[in-house]
């Protein structure tokens, strides 16, 4: 099981505990109901850096660029790119040797033949 505390070593966060544990529990919920056949310390890794990538893409979105004056602010990433919208989320890419956690959201292809009459 991870930590807030652990959380926090690798996103910078005001946010509280029983916030960040809110997080940890459907990162966990997650890799756990996709990720069955890998070892727990990777498992809790990927769960860590997932919170992260949570965190990241809701409560506290993280700056890649700000200005002054007039003051300006870009956020890392944009909504509809999954798990490439955050830098904790493609180090779970990295992280997930089996891709199931990067293929989830992607549409799925279908093809069907048509009679040529």
């Known amino acids: 099981m991870i930590t807030a505390t652990q959380v926090k070593q690798i ?3 005001e946010l509280d505990e029983n916030t960040i544990n ?10 756990d109901s996709i990720l069955t056949d890998i070892p727990t310390s990777l ?3 990927i769960k860590r850096w997932l919170t992260a990538h949570f965190i990241a893409c809701s409560r506290e ?6 200005e002054a004056g007039p003051a300006s ?7 509809g790119f999954g798990l490439d919208a955050t830098l904790y ?6 992280l997930d040797y089996t891709g ?12 069907r033949a048509v009679p040529n009459d």
């Open 22 to 31: 809110s997080y940890i529990s459907s990162a966990s919920a997650l890799v």
């Open 11 to 13: 996103i910078e966060t």
């Open 73 to 79: 602010i870009t956020f890392q990433g944009e909504t």
């Open 89 to 94: 989320g493609q180090q779970v890419k990295v």
């Open 43 to 45: 498992s809790d890794e």
């Open 61 to 66: 979105r993280q700056p890649q660029s700000a």
């Open 100 to 111: 199931r956690l990067a293929s989830l959201g992607l549409r799925k292809a279908a093809m």
